[in-house]
């Protein structure tokens, strides 16, 4: 299983970018997917999951400005950022487990797509 992020990008403060993460193999529908962020010299945060059954949850800095979905016939995972801070700055990972709270904590996650960049200026 291999995971390809991309759809990160530089935006102004209260812009939007939407994050894609693309899964390959026959089994997507089955894991539970996450979306994390690392800053510079910070360690790596949780963002956003959604589980195999679409259920989604979020980290309280986000709630109301992220939307986490998925789609199984395409293999894919979007996080839709919205309202962006400054602070949301960061390079941000996509996850896959078949474990939903592997993808909520970080811990012995399956699977690590290699990460896309998001600056927001202010």
């Known amino acids: 299983v291999q995971l390809q992020a991309s759809g990160g990008g530089l935006v102004q403060a209260g812009g939007s970018l939407r994050l894609s993460c693309v899964v390959s193999?026959?089994?997507?529908?089955?894991?539970?997917m996450g979306w994390f962020l690392q800053a510079p010299g910070k360690e790596r945060e949780f963002v956003a999951a959604?589980?195999?059954?679409?259920?989604?949850y979020y980290a309280d800095s986000v709630k109301g400005r992220f939307t986490v979905s998925r789609d199984n016939a395409k293999n894919t995972v979007y996080l839709q950022m919205n309202s962006l801070k400054p602070e949301d700055t960061a390079v941000y990972y996509c996850?896959?487990?078949?474990?939903?709270?592997?993808?909520?904590?970080?811990?012995?996650?399956?699977?690590w797509g290699q990460g896309t960049q998001v600056t927001v200026s202010s």
């Open positions: 959604i589980s195999a059954s679409g259920s989604p």
């Open positions: 996850a896959a487990d078949p474990r939903f709270l592997e993808v909520v904590t970080g811990r012995g996650v399956d699977y």
């Open positions: 193999g026959r089994t997507f529908s089955r894991y539970s």
